[in-house]
């Protein structure tokens, strides 16, 4: 089990040991909203706040909504978001079309003398990411491009308290998430390997199985395409409601 714990925290780390980066503080909140239709569909809705840099500038919106199918531990989903990018200096939102496929691996193990998980989910991404093009002073959209990528998200929430089976109460959340460009496209991703990395700790509440709230800290480390890569350090408020 110790091999879990060493590969747990070397990912929630990496975004640290990679290198000497541009550096940016901002804040994130975050809902995410899921409604079982059945055993097998339900449907999602994610939506974000994402401040700029030290609160300078005006914050993004997002909104992501998502169809799920699920068969024991294997989802496939779709979701559509927009992405805010920058062309000669015009910045506009640009849509993207996002399929996705994906495995959760859980484990039982035993942190701090306390049960609880270990969560490993893989997903294979299909991103047609829109490309922009300036027409006056406003950005459209031009095309299409198809981008594959590849996540892996690992994450465990240490419960205060030891309980039978975790309904509520205060929780410890550790995390990290690695994206891969499984097929790199100039137009859409930086064109290397490693697109970015995301570290997590937090402070949460159960409130009741149907709602989390957590606090806590995030490290997103963003590989450039042609400028430096950007470490940002996000304070991070998250609620989760399962309906």
Known sequence: MKKYYFLFFLLLNVSILLAQTK?????????????????????QL??????????KG?????????????????????????NYKTVSEISG???EHRAWEQYVLSQKISFLNRKTALTHRFRLEERFVATGIVDGERLKKDSF??????????????????KEKFTS??????QN???????????????????????YVALGWRFSPKF????????????GKTASDVSNNIVHLAGTIRL
């Open 145 to 162: 491009e198809f981008a594959l990528r590849f996540r892996y998200h690992i994450r465990t929430m240490i419960p205060f308290l030891q």
């Open 23 to 43: 550096q940016k503080v901002t804040s994130w909140g975050a809902l995410t909203t899921s409604y079982k239709i059945n055993d097998n569909f339900s449907v």
């Open 177 to 199: 998430e690695l994206f891969v460009n499984a097929m790199k496209s100039d137009k859409v991703t930086n064109g290397k390997v490693v697109d970015q990395n995301r570290a």
């Open 93 to 95: 939102w640009l849509p």
């Open 169 to 174: 109460g205060a929780y410890v959340a550790l």
């Open 212 to 223: 989390d709230l957590e606090a806590g800290y995030m490290n997103q480390y963003s590989v």
């Open 58 to 82: 005006t914050p993004l919106y997002l909104i992501r909504p998502m169809l799920n199918y699920k068969m024991d531990n294997i989802t496939v989903g779709y979701a559509f978001t927009e």
């Open 46 to 55: 994610n939506t974000q706040v994402r401040g700029t840099d030290r609160l």
